[in-house]
């Protein structure tokens, strides 16, 4: 089980990182959501798939029984939201590059190439 | 209590006053007042935090009152605390710079609460003693700097950003990777309980992914090659004040996150350092970020272009420290990092002026202020000697140590290299010298505001105290590499 897990994780990500390496703006985003997610399917595997039993204390126990780490989960909600946050400033950003300069494609968001371009020598003024 | 008050308040104060700032954002003038009032409350607390772990460390907190190892901790150990009182310095010069620097429109804009959140986050970061805490740091401080980085709006301040946020979000899930499987091999967060739990475990293929996956990822966010792209293709569209807080700090933030995991989360410089496999890297990407980002800059005639490719060769030489794996490199690498914070910052700020008295980022068309800004002349010549390496300033001390160690480590080709770029970085330095400040100047003298100056003498004060006294520094380079888990 922990092996499928880890083998559709890690497809995830790949898919995810092929994506993010496009020229088109949107699919880069789609890429970065994905990636995202592709992690944390990857945590969680980190966190041992154990069994359905909710991680909680039984009354006479003294210790945590056969049930997942609750940790890695609360690292995930963390990660979800810190991704949440992340991806929409991409999106608001790529959306801001589409109103200026009305294209999503990589190449030619170039704006701040232009600046400060390397300009030769004056001979004039050594 | 109040030792717990004080090693929270470098975190915490920041983020009140960024509150504060929210608040008061459709009054830009006392917006003004709140933010720096917080920064120069801050660079006090955080001065006197320094002075009390210099005798006596306050001991760390767990919040929540969580038992040890589950809650997460913040500890006063160096080279934070060390960090924490640098980066108060850099926020009062960047708060006083700011005042000509950043007008109403910026300030209507959130400049304020964006500025103080960057530096609460990197404080924190520097505080903190749990991994994931460290990654929370480090999002919260690149959201605030694209924040920052897009402020004015304008075309090439978001084409900068995309290219910034691609790299950083993919620095971010390696470490988030990276983190979470060190929680899978050592069942607990604390960055010294998981050393402890990663030194008991045999070499295997899981610890080597982990170390690949944290490296990858803070090389990322400290710029060096082959990740350096991003740095000079975003730094040079943000205002002068910003990009001299990132150019300071956020490259450091990457690198000191290197030395927390690698030197005491993997015991590089220690009696059995773990995921040697990796340990050529550390080498490879010193030498190459060095010896391609000096070259880079002696390519460059914007200033802000060619600042950008020197803040990332300095970070070479950090890391050289850092390949070194001995303790005395390590403590090169902090001694480095601090000296880096404060010239890089205070070059940027006088980049910023140059801009304003001549009109134009270019060095070709810069020029005369030599005789036009003699104060001013002064002032810059202490980060630009500095960053040569000319004595007896800080950069000198700090290449001649890294150098040192590298002789004394037995890693020649290494040390060939830092010479090589110093050579090149002396060069670059020289140009722009003579072009902004000898050549013979263009148009109409423009005056230079009085507070910007005082930012500029501030960090140049530093650099020159560190230039004359460096055993003090050395003594907490040490201290910090000792603390970090080295020798």
Redesign the interface.
Known sequence: MTVFYAFIGSAVVGCALFM?LSRN?VR?LLG?SL??TG?NL??F????IRSQQPPIIEPAAEVLGASADP??QA?IL??IV?GL??TV??GV??L??WR??ATIDARK??????????????PA?? | MAEALLLVAPTLLPFLGAALALLLRSRPAAARLASLATIILLALVSAILFIVSLSDAPPPIVFGGWPDGFGISLSATWPGVALVMVTGVIGLAAALYGLDDIGPRRRGAGYDALMLALIGAVNGAFLTDDLFNLYVWFELALVAALGLLTIDRRAAQIDAAIRYAAFAMLAATLILLGVGMTYGLTGTLDMRQAGAALAGQPPGFAVATVAALLLAGFMLKAGLVPFHLWLPASYHTAPTTVVAVFAGLLTKMGFFALLLVFVGLFGVGGPAPRAVQLAPVFGWAAAATMLICAAGALAQTDMRRLLSYHVIAQVGYMMAGLALATEEGVAASVFYMIHSIIVQANLFLGAGLIHRASGSWDLTRTGGMMRRHPVFALLFAVPVLSLAGIPPLSGFWAKLIVLRESLDAGMVWLAGAALLAGMMTIVSMAMFWSDSCWKDARGHARPLPFASLAAMALLSATTVAIGIAPQALWTIARLSAKALGAG
Request: glycine share 6%.
């Open positions: 993010i703006l880069m970065f990636l995202a992690a990857l945590l595997v980190a966190g041992r940790v890695i690292l963390t990660a810190i946050a992340l400033m991409l950003l790529v801001r590059a200026a300069q968001v170039d704006a701040a190439e232009a600046v400060g371009r390397a300009r030769p020598q004056d003024n050594g």
